[in-house]
């Protein structure tokens, strides 16, 4: 069976997030009103072959754990869908 896994990989919430003060600040300087937080993270979608999706799920996990994110800095969740 074919899945697609779409995954996001967010900064920890405890940590600064440079990117998205620059862009809060930003928005600020321009004239925007009410911004408040801006966190930026990672979007990324992967097409997987699996037997069902619990074996997809757990190969999509270890992969966001060994490969995609930092778990120091960075958490990540997922769906998978079938295509």
Known sequence: ?????EIDIMPLK???DP???AVKNSALKSGYKGI???RIGKHIEIEIEA??????????DKLCEKL???PIIESYNFKINKI
């Open 51 to 60: 037997a069902d999706k619990e074996k997809a799920e757990k190969e999509i």
């Open 19 to 21: 990117q998205g003060e």
């Open 36 to 38: 408040g937080s801006v």
């Open 14 to 16: 405890a940590l600064l």
């Open 68 to 70: 995609l994110s930092n």
């Open 1 to 5: 069976m074919r899945f697609i896994a």
